[in-house]
């Protein structure tokens, strides 16, 4: 069979269709219409997917069904996404108004956990049953899979970790709440932290390497300016590698996964990034022994595919 997954971002709608074996048949994307109404919205990703359909050579009869992975919070069992804040999405009945399109059994879910399941299953994590997927970029997307399943409390809504407090009435959120781990260690975080130290340090590399203009400033910039010797990107880095580590050894100490993965752009940084943060999570968990196994720390395989391949595996979660 295939099955169908769709990445509904604030940019983009991409889909997928995924054989069994979470290949791609087929592939693509559209711009995502910021301002319009729901309805258009969701009948250009039921254009999408017939487009893929038959890109692929298939039709409707060979799909088994259709997975959505969208931001904000889903009431799963009735099809509804009760709100996206970035889309400007309130109580939208997703299933009802996707099957007036295209007549399949359609599933919704949160896209860091439908990115989760991915890496899960065919990503840095299919060779563990446990994991947490932490996606590093505006905020910081987290998915949580226990025994290849999304794990999501009682109420849908577990697995936001981003917004665990981790400091008292510290840097305000985007939450509107003070103090939440990606107001830290998001790569937006990452961006003000190193804007912030090159204010402070004008002959810094960061300086130079935006030409002193600091709105220029990206995820990167710190780590470019360290790789030149710079000691204020050196400073950056590492007191963020500690901020990220440091709410990672809490999720370790919490629920002790086999695999932590690490996605979003920074992630490209590759060991520059993990074995300094492997250091930091090792001094802060509460056992610090070698006799006992930890979770490993890896980085992301899948990139944006990983919502895709989440989604088109909804209805397999319990299956597979």
């Not at 920074?266 to 968990?285: D, Y």
Request: glycine share 12%; net charge negative; aromatic share 6%.
């Amino acid at each position: 069979m295939y099955y169908l997954g769709i990445d509904l971002g604030g940019t983009n709608i991409a889909a997928g269709i995924v054989n069994d074996n979470f290949e791609f048949v087929a592939k693509g994307s559209v711009p995502t219409k910021r301002g319009a109404e729901y309805t258009e919205i969701i009948r250009d990703m039921a254009q999408l997917s017939q487009k893929l359909i038959l890109d692929a050579g298939l039709t409707v009869n060979d799909i088994e069904y259709i997975g959505i992975g969208s931001p904000g919070v889903c009431d799963k069992e009735n099809g509804i996404l009760l709100y996206a804040n970035n889309l400007n999405f309130y109580n939208v009945p997703m299933v009802k108004e996707m099957q007036k399109h295209i007549s399949l059994p359609v599933y919704i879910e949160n896209d860091a956990n439908c990115a989760a399941l991915g890496e899960s299953l065919a990503g840095a994590a299919r060779d563990v049953s446990d994991s947490v997927t932490i996606t590093l970029g505006t905020g910081i997307g987290g998915g949580i899979v226990i025994n290849k399943r999304i794990f999501t409390g009682f109420n849908g809504m577990a697995g936001e970790i981003g917004h665990t407090l981790f400091a008292f009435d510290g840097e305000p959120c985007t939450c509107g709440r003070k103090g939440c781990w990606e107001a830290y260690a998001s790569a937006t975080a990452l961006i003000r932290q190193t804007r912030i130290a090159a204010e402070k340090n004008p002959d810094s590399e960061i300086n130079r390497l935006v030409d002193g203009n600091l709105d220029l400033i990206n995820a990167k910039t710190a780590f470019d300016a360290m790789r030149l010797g710079d000691e204020t990107g050196k400073k950056v880095v590492e007191n963020y590698i500690r901020y990220l580590g440091e709410g990672i050894a809490n999720i370790i100490v919490i629920l002790q996964p086999e695999k932590v993965v690490i996605g979003g752009g920074i992630s490209k940084e590759g060991e520059t990034l993990l074995a300094p943060l492997r250091k930091v999570v090792k001094e802060n968990l509460y056992y610090k022994g070698d006799d006992v196994p930890q979770a490993q720390i890896v980085k992301a395989e899948l990139g944006n595919d990983a919502g895709i391949i989440g989604a088109a595996m909804l209805g397999l979660q319990g299956r597979i």
